[in-house]
């Protein structure tokens, strides 16, 4: 039965419904355990909308911590994700500014604060990471982060 036509019908239908699945692209990877952690990145976040550094390579597999530190003078938040998922996001939270939001793929940090994210890359490409308070991605505070 696996051998008719139907089969490999179905067989198509499962490749194309991979093909379009943007939900499993907009986090690339997942929550790390940080019990498992194989090394920390430290990621500063300045008011010169910047993020130091802004491209960061690691290895498919690797569970990253980040050490997240806001040296500004404004609140910063670092989240990951596809670049067109960051900037729907962003799109959201210029129209509802005062939107509180906690997701496992992001840290919101107040001026001096520090945080930590813990994730694991699961496949190789490029993430990209954003901060996602209204004006500040569209001033340029976004990084890459290469997965090889």
């Known amino acids: ?19 379009h699945g943007p ?29 130091t550094p802004q491209a960061v390579r690691v290895k498919a597999g690797e569970t990253i911590r980040f050490f997240l530190k806001n040296s500004g003078a404004m609140e910063h938040e670092f ?4 670049i067109d998922a960051l900037k729907a996001h962003a799109e959201t939270m210029r129209k509802m500014p005062g939107m509180k939001h906690a997701e496992s793929n992001m840290q919101t ?25 209204p004006g500040h991605f569209e001033a340029g505070m976004k990084g890459q982060i290469v997965v090889e």
């Open 79 to 82: 989240v990951i994700g596809s």
């Open 109 to 133: 940090l107040a001026p001096g604060q520090r945080g930590g994210l813990v994730w694991q890359f699961d496949k190789a490409g490029t993430v990209d990471f954003a901060c996602l308070i």
């Open 23 to 51: 939900q499993s692209e907009s986090a690339p990877g997942k929550p790390g355990d940080p019990a498992k952690v194989d090394r920390t990145i430290p990621i500063d976040m300045q008011d010169a909308m910047r993020f």
């Open 1 to 19: 039965m696996g051998n008719h036509p139907m089969g490999d019908h179905s067989m198509d239908g499962h490749s194309m419904s991979g093909m």
